[in-house]
């Protein structure tokens, strides 16, 4: 994982939606499973109050959370067998 994860995260996309949008490249499923799923990858990395952290931009998060947060997305992207996804 980065030491600076902002040169990873976009700026100005929420968190959130920036985890939803790695989960639906890989997989179908609509928005609100997307976001389900979302909000559980942010708990399982230790996150807490995951909600508000879903609709918080990278800036508004200290570094540990931003790498917590690529964490999340790199664990969405590792549960798929490579070369599975047209995305």
Do not use: D, W
Not at 2 to 15: A, D, G, H, I, R
């Amino acid at each position: 994982i980065f030491q600076e994860p902002m040169t990873s995260l976009n700026p100005l996309m929420t968190c959130g939606r920036q985890i939803v949008e790695t989960i639906t490249s890989h997989e179908k499923m609509n928005k609100a499973e997307a976001k389900e799923r979302a909000l559980a990858m942010i708990r399982s990395v230790g996150i807490a109050r995951p909600e508000k952290v879903f609709s918080e931009v990278p800036a508004q998060l200290s570094g540990g959370m931003r790498q917590r947060i690529m964490i999340a997305m790199a664990l969405i992207c590792m549960s798929y067998p490579a070369g599975c996804c047209s995305g």
